[in-house]
């Protein structure tokens, strides 16, 4: 893809299964309930859903408009960086704010992406196990 047509996708984790072949002969749920616990996920899959998607271009400033510096503007620079990040729950807040204290400044488009952004970190807030994965696609 040429720079206008790639993309950043926000996914959100839709569901958890176990591989059973190779996953531990325990109930289904308390093995994911377990490698959460412990942080590991031995057999255990994450089935991510595309929530989100915005042109790369129109992504760069939509972020543009978030304080310089700032942990928010930072956080989601990271794709850029490393071409995905995690948003989990200890970045809701802070990105909720930083986008909802921006918002006067920004396109319609953008406030659209907002809103959904933070519909998304409000999901992570009433279910902190759920995590949204950010991805570049440049081809």
Avoid at 2 to 9: L, M, P
Avoid at 52 to 66: E, I, R
Avoid at 86 to 99: E, V
């Amino acid at each position: 893809m040429t720079g206008s047509q790639a993309q950043v996708v926000f996914y959100s984790l839709s569901r958890k299964f176990v591989q059973e072949k190779k996953g531990p002969t325990q109930k289904s749920q308390e093995v994911i309930y377990y490698s959460l616990a412990i942080g590991h996920h031995l057999g255990v899959i994450d089935c991510l859903e595309a929530k989100l998607s915005c042109p790369l271009t129109g992504f760069h400033a939509w972020v543009a408009h978030l304080p310089v510096g700032s942990t928010a503007r930072r956080k989601l620079e990271g794709v850029d960086r490393f071409g995905e990040i995690c948003i989990d729950s200890s970045h809701t807040h802070l990105l909720a704010t930083a986008l909802s204290t921006a918002a006067p400044q920004m396109t319609v488009e953008q406030q659209d992406w907002s809103q959904q952004l933070i519909a998304l970190l409000q999901s992570i807030e009433n279910e902190p196990a759920i995590y949204l994965m950010v991805r570049r696609h440049d081809d």
